[in-house]
């Protein structure tokens, strides 16, 4: 990730809310960390998440594949593994997109 492009933070998040919503800072901290909390679990029992106008989180199991290290290009195996992917809704990429 470049040093010049802004990352947006739990802690930014709280403030807005605090701003935005009127929440004490504690309980915006206390809401943001219960939000993130049941989406953890969730994807940890194995369960995606779907936000609706927002995103996907999704689960998937990758088989047993061979690699090739690009260096040397000696074949080495890739051992099975979940990933985890953000897949972004229809309308966010329209929102991104457009700027709107």
Request: charged content about 30%; glycine content about 8%.
């Amino acid at each position: 990730m470049q040093a010049d492009i802004p990352t947006l933070t739990r802690a930014d998040i709280t403030d807005m809310l605090y701003h935005e919503v009127g929440l004490s800072r504690a309980d915006s901290a206390k809401m943001i960390e219960q939000m993130l909390g049941h989406i953890t679990e969730a994807l940890r029992k194995g369960e995606n998440v779907k936000i609706s106008g927002f995103g996907s989180f999704i689960l998937r199991d990758k088989n047993e594949r061979i690699g090739r290290n690009p260096k040397t290009g000696v074949e080495v195996p890739i051992a099975p593994r979940r990933v985890l992917t953000f897949r972004a809704s229809q309308l966010m990429r329209q929102r991104i997109i457009k700027g709107a």
